[in-house]
């Protein structure tokens, strides 16, 4: 544990962060910049994510890694495996026992309680940037509030497909002010996002900003009057589990058009397993 | 009557090179003015002086606001003025590209202002965008396909429709005929002299096609070297002009 300081990251680099995740904290949804340093990984990996969990993580954390809600996939493995060698902390899969968890494209279908920490990883944190490619154009549309233009993402959205077709990196209003992109979770995540007992962070690397979410807050995912919100998932219950609220992964099992689905969250279906459910294509 | 927009001593300096210098005139509702010159005269850095996208150094302009009475837009905040230039001003770009969401479809462009100032009835603004496409003449079936697949001369249109769907009271054109082949920009002209006139619209034209104003504008200013050289009646000006340029103007005209 002597070749590197604790969490990797020297602590001006982790003052630096933890000075833009309060700012962040302080004004929810707003894009704070921060100088992104270098990780020993890609970009597109979680590099943002990670520096916000090096700047939280103390030593007596417990640390849990998800990947599109498994703990056992190639990014959740190099992660937690990263955080064991440079911090020493204890790591889990379970989501209650976990104090940060640093998560990719998923919130965890077990709520989570007060003290936790939702670290996200964010790919691109600018929620009209496809509509609008100036930065500084994106900015003013912030600052000043106008957000016209992502009722026109969704009305393209209807008018293409006869409903709202965005299906993850869907734009909520946070508190009535910042819109924000809250990272490519599914929209049958984003109904989890407002009123949360832990804290979210969210960490973009190569584009540089964090941005977050306190407990309890409010968070309102954009729609028309006459075209709802809904979240969406697979109408299937989980192939291992049984589950009927969870999001479902659907699996290609053969090359007969056989599939299943199963929960996304892998720690929620092995505890759900092992408490007795059982699917119909479980063992 | 209080003028709509009333604009006085509008200086633009780029450097040493003067944009535009002491211009002062004032718009009343329902009048169409233009602004003629050669290239390189100052019009366009006028208009854009007066519909915010650039900041003169020195002058005023008033427009009479729905909520407050007269209001100089240079002073105002940015806030209110961007809030103008989505509900009581339009602004028509000489390039349909410019005014344009190329990628959005053409029921979402011109839904964008009604988005914009709040509407979230998806309905509504798609019957809004719809009625507003067959009054430029575009048909409705073409209503979510994009510009991109529409002729320079839609384009104008929908940019026209896009503009004019909050109803605004006040236009600014950059020359809106630019570019257009002449039998579509006589269908455009003709548009927009409807429009101008069931809508009962102030605009300001810029443009360098003296056809343009004689159909459209009531009342003409020349520009010459970011200077007024003469301004008056349109076919005051153009069938008696009095300063030389304006004259040069008029006589360069290919007759056919």
Redesign the interface.
């Known amino acids: 544990m002597t070749e590197y300081n604790f969490a990797y990251l020297d602590e001006q680099t982790k003052r630096m962060i933890r000075r833009a995740i309060l700012k962040g904290l302080a004004i929810p949804g707003y894009q704070v910049p921060f100088a992104s340093r270098e990780m020993p990984m890609p970009y597109g990996w979680g590099t943002g994510g990670v520096q916000v969990s090096a700047a939280v993580l103390t030593p007596r954390d417990t640390f849990k890694v998800i990947d599109q809600g498994a703990d056992d996939t190639t990014n959740a493995v190099s992660i937690r495996t990263f955080f064991q060698r440079t911090a020493g902390v204890a790591t889990t899969t379970a989501t209650s026992d976990a104090t940060v968890i640093q998560t990719r494209h998923r919130i965890p279908e077990e709520p989570l309680h007060e003290g936790q920490i939702l670290v996200y990883q964010v790919p691109i944190p600018e929620p009209l940037r496809f509509l609008e490619p100036r930065e500084s154009e994106t900015r003013k549309m912030h600052s000043l509030e106008e957000y016209g233009l992502m009722h026109v993402k969704l009305y393209e959205d209807i008018s293409r497909h006869g409903h709202i077709a965005t299906s993850y990196a869907y734009p909520v209003k946070v508190e009535g002010r910042y819109v924000m992109d809250p990272s490519p979770i599914p929209k049958f995540d984003n109904p989890k996002l407002g009123d949360m007992a832990a804290i979210q962070l969210f960490g973009a690397g190569r584009e540089q900003r964090i941005y977050a979410l306190p407990p309890y807050t409010q968070v309102v995912s954009l729609d028309f009057e006459d075209h709802p919100f809904e979240a969406s998932k697979a109408d299937h219950p989980c192939g291992m589990c049984g589950a009927t609220d969870s999001y479902l992964d659907e699996l290609i099992i053969d090359d007969l058009g056989g599939r299943m689905f199963v929960c996304s969250d892998t720690d929620y279906c092995e505890a759900r397993q092992a408490a007795g459910h059982k699917g119909k294509d479980a063992a | 009557m209080t003028p709509l927009l009333s604009v006085q001593g509008i200086t633009k300096r780029y450097g040493a090179h003067i944009g535009c210098a002491d211009v002062s005139f004032d718009l009343y509702p329902g009048e169409v003015m233009g602004i003629v010159g050669e290239s390189g005269s100052g019009k366009s850095t006028l208009l854009n002086c007066m519909a915010g996208h650039l900041v003169p150094d020195a002058g005023q302009v008033v427009f009479d606001t729905r909520t407050d009475g007269s209001r100089d837009t240079i002073t105002m905040s940015?806030?209110e003025r961007?809030m103008l230039g989505?509900t009581d001003w339009a602004f028509v770009h000489q390039h349909a590209r410019d005014g344009l969401?190329m990628?959005?479809?053409a029921?979402?462009n011109v839904?964008?202002?009604l988005?914009?100032?709040?509407e979230?009835?998806?309905?509504d603004?798609?019957d809004k965008a719809t009625d507003w496409l067959g009054r430029v003449e575009i048909d409705a079936s073409r209503?979510?396909d994009r510009p991109t697949t529409f002729s320079g001369g839609m384009q104008q249109r929908l940019q026209i429709a896009r503009n004019l769907v909050t109803g605004p009271r006040l236009v600014f054109m950059d020359e809106p005929t630019g570019g257009l082949d002449v039998s579509v920009q006589a269908r455009l002209l003709d548009l927009l002299r409807g429009l101008v006139r069931d809508m009962g619209l102030s605009a300001i034209i810029v443009t360098h096609d003296l056809a343009v104003v004689r159909l459209l504008a009531d009342r003409l200013m020349v520009m010459k070297s970011g200077r007024v050289v003469e301004a008056g009646l349109t076919d005051q000006v153009l069938d008696d002009p009095q300063h030389a340029y304006s004259q040069l103007l008029v006589s360069s005209v290919l007759q056919v």
């Open positions: 940015e806030p961007r989505r969401r990628g959005v479809s029921g979402g839904g964008e202002r988005m914009a100032v709040g979230r009835h998806y309905g603004i798609r209503v979510d």
